[in-house]
C-alpha cells in the first residue's frame, strides 16, 4: 500500500516497444524518500525501460506512475511547470555516456541543464565550477567529451545531472564498461549521494555491488515481472530465485567474498547465509 513517505509509486505498469515487444508486465513498486533500491534482473527483463518510465520518457500503456504526490502523464509533461518542476527533481544516469554527453566542451554539458532552466548566468557558473570539483574533472572543463574516457565520460554525465540538483538519482548500470577504479569511485559517489539524502534507483545486474548500492532490490523475471522484493542478504541468499531469473547459473558456487561483505549486515542473531561467488558472475551477463 502507498504511503505519504512513497516518494515514487508505479502501480500495475504495462509496456511493450511499438505494441509489440514486451518489457514491462504488471510492475507496481513505491520508492520512500532517502532509499537506494536496486532493480536486479537478467538483460532484456525491463529494467532500463522501468527507468524510463520514472524519468518520464516513456509511458505506460496502461497502470501510472505518481511522482511527489502527482501522476505523471504524457499531457501533464507539456505543461512547463509541470516539467520543469518533475526535470528539475529527477536525474537520470543513461547506461552510456556517449547517447548523454554532446556539448562542444565539458564546462558547456554542464551548463547547459541549468541555463535551459533559465538560471542566472553567474549562478550557473558558480554551480558548474562547484559540480567539476565535487566529481574531480575541474581539469576536463574545456575539453571535448567526445575525447575523454569511458570513465572520465561517465564522470561528466553524472555532473551533467548533479548540477540540477535533484532529489532522485536513477542510475542504469552505473558500474557496467567501468575500469575497477572508476567503479570503486562511483560506488563511493554513489553512496555519498544516498548519505546526502538522495533517492537513488539504480538498474543492475551485478550482484557484487548491492550490499553496497541498496537497501531493498527488486528482482525481475525475464517474463517482465517483479518476482521478489527484499534487502541484498536475502535476495542474494535465495538461490533458487536468483537461477529461476537467470542471474546465476547452476554451476555458480554459493561462496566468495561477499558472503564475508554480509556477516556483519546480517548481524548475530542469524548464521551468515551463502551467497554467489563474485568471480561466477563474471561470466553469466
Ligand atoms: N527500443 C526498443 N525497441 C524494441 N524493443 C525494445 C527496445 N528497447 C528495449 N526493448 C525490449 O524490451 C525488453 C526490456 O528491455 P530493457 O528495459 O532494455 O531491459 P533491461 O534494461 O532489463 O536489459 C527487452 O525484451 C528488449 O528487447
Ligand atoms: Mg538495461
Known sequence: MPSDADLLVVK???????????????VSLSVQ?????????????????????????????????????????EDKLEDQQFNEGFRSRIGFIFQNSDAQVFSPTVREEIAFGPLNMA?????????VVDTLEMLGIAELADRAPYQLSGGQKKRVAIASVLVMNPDVLLFDEPTAALDPRSQQ???????????????????????????????????????????AEGP???????????LGVNLI???????????????????HHQEPEPLPDLTARRTVQ
Open 119 to 127: 538560471m542566472d548566468r553567474r549562478q550557473v557558473e558558480t554551480r
Open 12 to 26: 500495475d505498469l504495462t509496456y511493450s516497444y511499438l505494441g509489440r515487444f514486451p518489457a514491462l508486465d504488471g
Open 249 to 267: 547459473h547452476e554451476h555458480t558456487h554459493l561462496h566468495g567474498d561477499l558472503a564475508h561483505h554480509h556477516v556483519h549486515e546480517i548481524g
Open 33 to 73: 524518500r532517502g532509499e537506494k533500491v536496486a532493480l536486479l534482473g537478467a538483460n532484456g527483463c525491463g529494467k532500463s525501460t522501468l527507468l524510463k518510465v520514472i524519468d518520464g520518457l516513456v509511458f505506460p500503456d496502461s497502470g501510472n506512475y505518481i511522482a511527489f504526490g502527482e501522476e505523471v502523464t
Open 232 to 242: 541484498p542478504g536475502k535476495i542474494l541468499a535465495d538461490r533458487d530465485l536468483l
Open 185 to 227: 569511485w562511483l560506488m563511493e559517489l554513489i553512496v555519498e549521494l544516498s548519505d546526502a539524502g538522495k533517492t537513488i534507483i539504480l538498474a543492475t545486474h551485478d550482484l557484487g555491488t548491492l550490499d553496497v548500492l541498496a537497501d531493498r532490490c527488486v528482482v525481475f523475471s525475464e517474463q517482465h515481472q517483479v518476482v
